[in-house]
Structures are given as structure tokens and as C-alpha cells.
């Protein structure tokens, strides 16, 4: 904890240099109702440091985390073991400090990992070509929309009804300045929704997530074809990126843009932030791509070197012909995705997946076994929708009591709809063990 303390006599010497007699007379100019007579009420003087790191200490244990009580929170952030070599890797000096590639003379290193992320993402997804990276996965979302308007030369957007609520309100909010429509889908938690029939000749772009808000885990191939035949685009949204180590990837379906919320591989919750979005597109739509794109070529002894190659951003041409306004990539959080995604390699990233998809499945089992609760998937990978006897949000409160972190109410996301008022998503990851399981299990017993 570093202090920064200003010594009377430093004081004095800062008060002479602006001409002020006082502290005080350098807020002359603020009514004298508007300031505070003395201390504000309730805070404590001054503290040694020992004493400071005590007290937050002691406030952050007030906190019911991850690391602290039985975890099942999903819904769009996932709690995953990230090993500490990844920690140590983006801290070294040379990652931590010059990330933003302006000058390849001087970046080599920061291209080379940029391209390597670029390749594992295309990997992933299935796709051609991805860029640098993004903010987040539902900004990417967002952009994605605007590059299938900007292709399509539509303004109809249609959102599934599966799409995560941030993700939705999103795209709708940017819609609303950006003048296109964005045509919601009613939320089904069956995962029944029907969205072939409403793609029409106005239609710039179908979006759907898989596995979708409520888990399900779908085949979105003929909808890809019913989207092309009618001239519009398929986008693709995967917010929980260790799920395509076991499902058919997106492009494998005929998505034309993929994004993902790339938070799981490498970097932790960090109470929602800073995460990192993923962008895939085909090959022929790349010069509509937002962000930037880092390219291999050769340098004039014709050695292997890096460059940007695409930066279709305000930053580098002329606004009017911007395809963005993001002002840089995730740098830092991209490449503790690429640290990561190296250190597991194929192997292990479909090992991963694999005991994701088998704790959730225990879960389910266990959960969907006591009564009165109804599972609604009939796939899912590593997070599903209950249906419980009761309102879920109170069981949720209840067992945040006891220090249980039940998953999330829908009705907390979506809470004008009285129709999900009794479901729950609840997510089980690889760090869910026995000793978590059982402390839930037990206490929806008790609170249903």
C-alpha cells in the first residue's frame, strides 16, 4: 500500500507558489452551505499502514467470493482454475509495459503473440480469420451487428430469444443511436423458439448464442442456410469459450461471424472485469472486420517479422471510412488467453472441457432429483436452467447466508418477465468439487 504524505513545510511551500494563505482559501470560490463544517462523519483519523491493511482485510472478508463458499454462478462469467504461470508471464516487463503496437520495429514480440492469438481464436471458432481482440464479448456483439449491416446493407437485426439480456440490451442500445432495428425474440427457457420463419429479405443478421442464456446446446447449420438464402448473415455468440472444445464449432455450422467472451481461458472474474472479446469472421468479409488485424510477412533481409495489417479504426483513417471506433485491443488479457490456451494445448483444452461437462452433469443429476424441481435442457455443457416449487431469487438470498452461491435467478437478468420468475441457471465448472456440491445440495433441501 503506497502513501503519498505532505509534510506541513511542503504544505506551506505548495500554498506560497499559488499565492494562498490556507487550504481553506483555496475553495473560496465554493458556497459556504456546499462545504462540510469539519471531518465527514463516520470515517476514522489516521491509521498506521498496519492498521489500514487490517481494516480492508477485514472488509474483505465480508465478502461471500469464489475462493470462500461453494461457487455456481455462470451466466456469462465462469470461474475456472487459471495456473500461475500465466500471472507470471504478462507480468514480466516486456508484456506488462508495451503492449499497444504502434511501432513494429520495436514490438516484435507483442505482434508475435497478437498473431498467435489471432490463430488460436480462428482455431476455436472455426472461422477464417480473427482479429486482435476486443473489449468484451458483448461489445463484440455490438460491432458484429454493425459489420452484417455494413455487408448486408440492411438495418434488421434479429436476436434470439437465447441471447444473454447484456447482450441483447446491448446491441438494442447501439441500435437505438446507430438508427437499425433490433427485433428481440421472446427469452424461452425451453429452448423452442422457432427463428428460421421470421428471417426475411430485410433481415442484415440472425444472433444467436450456443450454448445459449439458459444452456442449451443447439445445431444452428439450417439456420445458417435459411440466413444465406435470404441474403442475410448468421452471427454466433459463445460466452462461455471452453464449451468449444467439446461442441461443433461455430463455423463448422456456416456462422458468418463468430464472437466470444474469452474470460475463462486466462483470466479471472475480477468482479467483472477487465475481460476480453473474441471476433471471427470469413476470409472475404475481413476488410469490414472492426479492431485491428496483425499480419506475418517479411522484412527487408527477409526475415519472418509482424505487422498491423488491418486497423480500420478512427485512430489510423479517415472517420467516414472507420469500420470501428474501438480504440485498442484487450492487449494484456489476450495474452493471458494465449498463455493459457498454450499451456493446455488440444489435449488438454478438450481435457478441460471434458471435466466441465462432467461436474455440471453430476450437478444436474443431483439437483434435478429433488422435488419439485424441474430440469428444462435437454443438452447443456456446463451450466442449465432449473425450474424450482418456488420464486428462485429468495432460495439464492437464503443460501448467500449460509455462505452458499447458488447460481443466478433469471429474474435477476430478466426481471420483467413474471413467467421466469421460478427459474434458476446454475453453472459447475472444474473447480467444483464434493465438498461444494454436497453444502448445496443440502441447503436447497432445506430452503424448498
Not at 509534510?7 to 490556507?22: F, I
Not at 469472421?281 to 488491418?310: C, N, S
Amino acid at each position: 500500500m503506497r502513501y503519498l504524505p505532505l509534510t506541513p513545510t511542503d504544505r506551506s511551500d505548495m500554498l506560497a507558489a499559488v499565492g494562498a494563505k490556507s487550504v481553506d482559501e483555496l475553495f473560496k470560490d465554493v458556497p459556504a452551505s456546499a462545504r462540510l463544517p469539519g471531518k465527514v462523519a463516520g470515517l476514522p483519523d489516521h491509521l498506521g499502514e498496519l492498521e489500514v491493511e487490517r481494516a480492508f482485510q477485514a472488509y474483505a472478508a465480508k465478502n461471500v467470493s469464489p475462493s470462500t463458499a461453494p461457487f455456481f454462478i455462470g451466466a456469462g462469467a465462469y470461474r475456472h482454475h487459471v495456473p500461475s504461470t500465466v500471472d507470471y508471464m504478462i507480468q514480466r516487463g516486456e508484456f506488462l509495459t508495451s503492449y499497444t503496437p504502434y511501432q513494429p520495429e520495436i514490438t516484435q514480440g507483442t505482434l508475435q503473440y497478437l498473431f498467435e492469438f489471432q490463430t488460436q481464436v480462428s482455431l476455436l471458432t472455426g472461422m477464417e480469420v480473427a482479429n486482435a481482440s476486443m473489449y468484451d464479448g458483448s461489445t463484440a456483439a455490438s460491432e458484429a451487428v454493425l459489420m452484417a449491416n455494413r455487408i448486408t446493407r440492411r438495418t434488421k437485426a434479429l436476436l434470439s430469444g437465447g441471447l444473454h439480456p447484456h447482450y441483447r440490451a446491448i446491441i438494442e442500445t447501439t441500435a437505438h443511436w446507430q438508427g437499425y432495428s433490433a427485433v428481440s425474440a421472446k427469452a424461452d427457457a425451453e429452448g423452442l423458439e422457432e427463428l428460421i420463419a421470421k428471417v426475411d429479405k430485410e433481415t442484415s443478421c440472425v444472433v444467436v448464442q450456443n450454448p445459449s442464456f439458459f444452456g442449451h446446446v443447439r445445431d444452428f447449420t439450417k439456420l445458417a442456410a435459411a440466413c444465406h438464402a435470404a441474403g442475410a448473415l448468421l452471427i454466433v455468440v459463445v460466452t462461455e469459450v471452453v464449451s468449444l472444445g467439446l461442441i461443433k464449432p461455430p463455423g463448422e455450422m456456416g456462422a458468418d461471424i463468430v464472437v466470444c467472451e474469452g474470460q475463462s481461458i486466462g483470466n479471472g472474474l475480477g468482479f467483472g472485469g477487465p475481460y476480453v472479446g473474441l471476433f471471427a469472421t470469413r476470409d472475404k468479409y475481413v476488410r469490414q472486420m472492426p479492431g485491428r488485424l496483425v499480419g506475418e510477412t517479411v522484412d527487408a533481409d527477409g526475415k519472418r517479422g509482424f505487422v498491423l495489417t488491418l486497423s480500420t479504426r478512427e485512430q489510423h483513417i479517415r472517420r467516414e471510412k472507420a469500420t470501428s471506433n474501438i480504440c485498442t485491443n484487450a492487449g494484456l488479457c489476450a495474452l493471458a488467453f494465449t498463455v493459457h490456451l498454450t499451456l493446455l494445448g488440444e489435449a488438454g483444452f478438450r481435457r478441460l472441457a471434458e471435466l466441465n461437462h462432467a461436474k455440471a452433469s453430476e450437478l444436474a443429476d443431483r439437483v434435478a432429483a429433488l422435488p419439485g424441481v424441474k430440469l428444462l435442457n435437454d443438452s447443456f455443457f456446463n451450466e442449465f436452467t432449473l425450474r424450482l416449487p418456488k420464486p428462485a431469487a429468495p432460495v439464492v438470498e437464503a443460501l448467500a447466508e449460509h455462505r452458499i452461491l447458488a447460481g443466478v435467478p433469471v429474474s435477476r437478468l430478466i426481471p420483467d418477465d413474471p413467467s421466469v420468475e421460478n427459474l434458476l441457471l446454475l453453472a459447475a465448472t472444474e473447480t467444483a468439487t464434493e465438498a461444494g456440491l454436497a453444502p448445496l445440495i443440502a441447503g436447497l433441501k432445506e430452503v424448498l
